[in-house]
């Protein structure tokens, strides 16, 4: 086994050559866009994860823009800015564009060498036997993010393995779902089921929607707005929700669990809560009613250094407009270490408002009934990777957390012994994983980078499969969730550009050359669509055309006297005091444990998004970056003047534990408080391939070396770094 | 001028989330990393009592259009007697009048191709009915588009119903671009 | 605290960070400009004194120089225009509330009056040629008449070139959309510093004494005329609205251009030349003698280039930007081709 070094894709590809540009000065008129002969495609925006529908336009067969299905409930016909500059993901000059082989030359240095997509597939397929033949199938694990996952996900469930992890679920989404699913026995969805459009009153707490841009939650928070809804946000930072909100509660850090305690404080001892809801639907409100006893809001004031008449306010606002006040469960969640306990404080309050399954609260999501295509059952795995890497650690956790499954991979007595990692840029997604990474690079025996863009993991790879954009390819049909079931298609609107293919053909190849014909009966993806969509009353043509199809909804879209409830917990009731958290050795019921403080000289960095970029996904994007092509760390002006900091210099940051950022300039702006500095994620990308986005600006995550990991189902709480500033010279 | 467009922006909904900015890029084909509209925000008191407010900004289509004016070769027009201010860049010497009398500074760029290149309220969409591009996709909503001498259009409706302002009135160029606030 | 800034970041060329449209060829444009309205204003004012024989090579000879500066500066203009092809539209149109088209038509009665009065007094001034087009019939009857009506020419190139000279300076003024060049008496000080200038070079070219004495008077008045009209200028922007007085900051601030306006237009472009003219008067001096015009034409450029770099800088409003605008510079290294 060769040892795999970390290798820059510098060596590889020359930049590409510029064409010089041409002097056009004729004297005919300059033709308007859309003159030309205009082609209209339907899509599914892969941007980020929220699904919306559009059409692509070309015309004279060069792209030329993306926008909205008016039909799409998921964008009401609006792209957000990142799907809007989704053409630039095709544009894209830095695309990998080969498949590409890890070689170690005569001196033992090693390089990448383009490889045809023949060799390539022949030799992923030989290590992919190879290891089960000496571990088993179960030994090969896939780290993913995005829809095209599943087309991986078929080929190693095929091929006998179930092990898979994403980002999304122990860095992002987890503890939120699995606080919902603790309280209510339902997931909340994607996109969630907050019913925004129609709530009186929107609880923000820690949620920043307008920087997130999650398109359907932005849209419907300003028809909200525009109604005269009232907002309450709950942020240290002056968000841009905050912004417009009626309520701005600049909360002191890490202390939501006291607010949210007092909140119910109040609902409970001012009988402001749904008392009919709460006796009909749920267990366990007189262990709660008996439990935040203990926080008053004169309590909670010492911890969030908020008023208790403002957090008394803000409650009883909250309860005049119940059941049609949403408190939003936000998306990234993973915080403080007690992010499951924090969700289910949101979820509880929720719960005593009334508002779960109810108009203006949470409604009841409804799919399309749309069949399997008919294959083979899979091979029964040897092992389930949750169990596997999570070492009897996380028990609520049922699904694999990422960095357990990469801790599992590294040594030479891993588990693991193969990955294939499908568009997710891990050193950047997993806080304070570069060792891990590095280290189980060195042990195993294959990794398969499938992507789009040479982030910095393709570097740790053995083999780099270039995949196709969502522009040019075929995926599974969309069926999330919504207020009304629909399905919608992604076909390709271009040629795969370079030498790059789509997911499924990838899968489909592999498959083929590991001899699991049986499981790809199929030739092209879109006869599986065609199957699907005439099994649903439809067809690929008439979605071709259409791109989204509506379907009626069977059941109401609220909980109703003939529809009631079901709550699929063990007690078939909301669980405001829950059992299985107690059975697990957990607090049943919330409680408040206060956050470390910053030494002196240190502040809490504080991070989140952009409304230009997902992450670090689109920041080399030749649109996008024109709209924010570096991060910048926002410092409140008092502790700029301490620092003698100027707006447009250069500063690099340093954590408690010595690490230092890249360069990042700094925006000295009231919007943040004295405690926190703040930036946005995704930045500081250490590929020199990606040549737009490459050093720009500084990254957050690898600030992030003290991690406060959730017990109860392994999440990465980030929040637990202080930063100081490091001058930097000759900069700015 | 026998048609006065306007657009009606409300600051109150505006997240500066620059779709329009992109919009307008694809929609227009501009060139890379030139701009013919951007997003500014305006803070204003002290932690923790704030005011933000977002503006996207681009050409106000002034009714009193000084680049127009100083146009030596009326390059610089009106289009079909409207407000819209286009440029032929057929008629375009590359003089850069137009880019000194803006007193909105750069709503007039320079096109690699040596003409100058603005926004045009896509009246290419306009034309058809349709709203300019950055409008059309602003996820917020709160970009409105018409006909500012009808009285019965959205526009004119958000003007009589709500508080507004105009960048820099003292200018005199009577800009056409108005923020609700 | 009111936090501006532009959150989308904005690098249009020559528009971001500070406007910089115009550069030395518009600077250039202007003094060749003003320096040709002082050359066609003094040759014709010669012209009309002939009995007055201390100006004989203004009256005869100065006027062949007007077509040769202006047409340096015409070059210069058109190096400036960015869609050159499209240079003839300045002719295709006459837009009557835009300075540029008026300078262009302007321009086009200056080059005949000139021609004009080449011809007027081309027997005098340059026997040698005169004798060359003397030989071919029409040329001798070309010649006969525009000498015949020297007098008249003059008359008519007097306004045509004071037209000029203050058409430099209105060209600027007319923008109000630029604090610093929105004043009226930009006109005046472009024509009085063109008279200064031409001024200067006819004391070098001249070659007899009085002659050049003449001009020194003359210069002389007209750098204390310029000094008064720079005076109300700045009394203008000071008592102005708050842009003027931002503007102003440019010419007090060390980092904007008090050096360059203060010790270097002032100091050297008029003081100096002021005292050492006014020596050659009482006592003659073989450096000096040179040393006062070049300074006074060097002055004259520094007042265009100053006016021009510094009036675009001026702006009714000032974005700062949250992101480094020079990055989009990458895009436009990678993506020339493309949109």
């Known amino acids: ?514 001899g699991l014909e049986k499981y790809y009966p199929w030739k092209d993806y879109s006869e599986v669509l065609d199957w699907q969509l005439k099994a649903a009353n439809s067809s690929l043509k008439e979605m071709e055309k259409l791109g989204v199809k509506d379907f009626p909804r069977k059941k109401p879209l609220y909980f109703t006297a003939e529809n009631p409830p079901h709550f699929w917990t063990p007690s078939g009731k909301i669980e405001l005091y829950c059992q299985q958290l107690a059975d697990a050795g957990f607090d049943p019921m919330p409680r408040y444990t206060a956050p470390m403080e910053p030494p002196e000289n240190f502040y809490r960095l504080n991070y989140g998004r952009m409304p230009a970029h997902t992450f670090g996904k689109t920041t080399n994007n030749p649109l996008l970056f024109q709209l924010a092509p570096e991060n910048t760390l926002w410092v409140n002006p008092i502790v700029a003047k301490k620092w003698k900091l100027q707006s447009g210099s250069y500063i690099r940051l340093q954590n408690q534990d010595g690490i230092t950022s890249n360069p990042v300039r700094v925006r000295v702006t009231e919007r943040t408080g004295l405690d926190a500095v703040f930036m946005a994620h995704g930045f500081g990308q250490r590929s020199n391939k990606m040549r737009l986005t490459h050093g720009a600006g500084a990254d957050d995550s690898e600030l992030m070396s003290r991690l406060l990991i959730d017990p109860i189902m392994g999440a990465t709480g980030m929040r637990g770094n202080f930063v100081t500033f490091v001058k930097e010279q000759g900069v700015g | 001028m026998t048609v006065q467009y306007a657009m009606v922006i409300d600051t109150r909904l505006c997240i500066g989330c620059g779709d329009c900015v992109v919009a307008c890029k694809t929609e227009n084909k501009v060139p890379a990393g030139l701009n013919r509209d951007w997003i500014v925000e305006a803070t204003s008191g002290k932690y923790p009592e704030l005011h933000t407010e977002f503006r996207s900004e681009r050409c106000n289509h002034c009714s009193h259009a000084t680049c127009v004016a100083m146009c030596p070769t009326g390059a610089s027009h009106n289009w079909r007697n409207t407000n819209i201010v286009l440029v032929d860049a057929n008629k375009c010497t590359g003089c850069k009048a137009c880019i000194a009398a803006c007193p909105y500074d750069a709503r007039l760029i320079m096109h690699p191709d040596g003409y100058v290149d603005k926004c045009t309220f896509c009246h290419h969409r306009v034309e058809h009915g349709l709203d300019p591009a950055c409008v059309s996709t602003c996820p917020t909503r709160c970009m409105h588009f018409g006909i500012l001498n009808d009285p019965g259009s959205k526009v004119s409706q958000l003007l009589k119903s709500r508080r507004y302002k105009t960048l820099m009135p003292g200018t005199g160029n009577q800009p056409n671009v108005y923020y609700l606030i | 605290m009111l936090e501006e800034l532009l959150v989308t970041p904005r690098f249009n060329p020559k528009v971001d960070p500070l406007l910089g449209i115009w550069t030395w060829e518009i600077s250039v444009y202007l003094f060749f400009g003003g320096l040709t309205a002082g050359i066609i204003v003094f040759a014709a004012l010669a012209a009309l004194n002939k009995k007055d024989a201390v100006r004989s090579f203004s009256a005869n000879s ?227 003698a040179l040393l006062g015009p070049i300074l006074v034409l060097l002055g004259g450029y520094l007042l265009r280039h100053i006016t021009v770099n510094l009036g675009q800088e001026t702006a009714w409003q000032d974005y700062r930007m949250e992101h480094n605008p020079q990055l989009l510079e990458r895009v436009k290294l990678n993506y020339k081709t493309e949109n």
């Open chain 1, 1 to 514: 086994m060769n040892r795999r070094e970390f290798i820059k894709l510098s060596g590889l590809l020359g930049t590409g050559a510029v064409a010089p540009s041409i002097f056009l000065s004729g004297c005919s008129s300059k033709p308007l866009p859309g003159d030309g002969l205009v082609k209209k495609t339907p899509t599914i925006c892969d941007m980020c994860f929220w699904k919306c529908a559009g059409f692509v336009y070309s015309e004279n067969s060069k792209p030329w823009k993306v926008v909205g299905n008016p039909e799409d409930l998921h964008s009401s016909g609006r792209f957000c800015t990142r799907g809007t500059g989704g053409i630039g993901a095709y544009l894209d000059r830095d695309r990998l564009k080969t498949p590409l082989i890890r070689q170690t030359d005569k001196e033992g240095r090693q390089s990448f060498r383009e490889a045809s997509w023949e060799e390539a597939i022949k030799l992923i397929a030989q290590r992919m036997q190879a290891i089960a033949e000496k571990h088993g199938p179960d030994r090969l694990a896939l780290l993913h993010h995005g829809t095209g996952a599943r087309h991986f996900e078929h080929l190693i469930r095929a091929y006998g393995s179930d092990s898979h992890a994403e980002p999304a679920f122990a860095q992002c989404r987890g503890p939120r779902d699995v606080a919902y699913k603790l309280t209510f026995g339902d997931i909340l969805g994607s996109p969630e089921r907050t019913d925004m459009a129609n709530s009186d009153c929107i609880v923000l707490i820690g949620s920043h929607i307008g920087e997130n841009l999650h398109n359907g939650q932005v849209q419907e928070l300003s028809q909200a707005l525009d109604k005269g809804a009232s907002l309450i946000t709950v942020d240290p930072r002056f968000s841009v929700a905050a912004s417009k909100s009626k309520y701005w509660l600049p909360i002191r850090p890490g202390t939501d669990i006291a607010l949210l305690l007092a909140w119910m404080h109040v609902l409970i001892n001012e009988e402001l809560y749904d008392q009919e809801f709460i006796e009909a639907y749920s267990t366990g409100f007189d262990e709660l009613a008996e439990h935040v006893q203990a926080y008053p809001p004169e309590w909670a004031y010492l911890q969030t250094g908020l008023k208790p008449d403002l957090i008394r306010e803000t409650a009883r606002e909250m309860a005049s407009y119940a059941p049609a006040t949403l408190v939003h469960p936000g998306r990234h969640t993973t915080w403080y270490g007690d992010d499951t306990q924090r969700g289910r404080a949101m979820a509880i309050l929720a719960a005593l408002l009334g508002s779960w399954g109810r108009k203006g609260g949470f409604y009841i999501q409804e799919k399309v009934k749309l069949p399997k295509y008919p294959l083979p059952h899979y091979p029964e795995p040897a092992s389930e990777s949750h169990v596997v890497a999570h070492k009897g650690r996380f028990p609520i956790a049922k699904k694999t957390v990422s960095q357990a499954l990469i801790e599992a991979s590294a040594g030479p007595d891993a588990y693991y012994k193969g990955w294939i990692v499908y568009g997710t840029n891990l050193p950047s997604s997993i806080p304070g994983i570069r060792p891990k990474l590095k280290e189980a690079a060195e042990t195993l025996e294959l990794i398969v980078v499938v992507d789009t863009m040479p982030a910095e993991i393709t570097g740790y790879a053995d083999v780099i499969l270039p995949e196709c954009t969502y522009l040019e390819r075929y995926d599974i049909l969309r069926n999330s969730g919504a207020r009304v079931p629909s399905v919608a298609l992604r076909m390709p609107a271009f040629e795969p550009r370079y030498d790059s293919k789509p997911g499924w053909w990838i899968s489909r190849e592999i498959g083929l050359a590991l």
């Open chain 3, 62 to 288: 100065l006027a062949l120089w007007a077509p040769i500066v202006l047409s340096l500066g015409m070059t210069t203009l058109f190096l400036d225009l960015e869609h050159k092809l499209f240079v003839f539209r300045f002719y295709t149109a006459f837009v009557p509330t835009s300075p540029m088209s008026w300078g262009a038509w302007i321009l086009m009665i200056i080059y005949p009056v000139t021609i004009l009065q080449i011809l007027s007094t081309l027997r005098p001034g340059y026997p040698l040629i005169a004798g060359f087009v003397d030989r071919i019939s029409i040329g001798r009857w070309v010649l006969d008449l525009t000498s015949r009506y020297q007098r008249e020419i003059a008359i008519v190139a007097i306004p045509s070139a004071v037209a000029l000279g203050i058409y430099t300076g209105i060209l600027l003024s007319a923008f109000n959309a630029r604090p610093f060049w929105n004043s009226g008496l930009l006109g005046v000080l472009f024509l009085v510093s063109g008279l200064s200038t031409a001024a200067a070079m006819v004391i070098l070219l001249a070659k007899e004494k009085a002659e050049k004495h003449w001009y020194v008077r003359m210069d002389i008045g007209l750098i204390l005329v310029e000094l008064v009209v720079v005076a109300l200028l700045l009394i203008n922007l000071a008592t102005g609205s708050e842009q003027h007085l931002k503007a102003l900051e440019y010419l007090t601030s060390l980092n904007g251009y008090a050096l360059a306006f203060w010790v270097f237009f002032i100091g050297l472009g008029l003081m100096v030349p002021l005292v050492v003219e006014f020596r050659e008067l009482v006592k003659e001096h073989r450096v000096l």
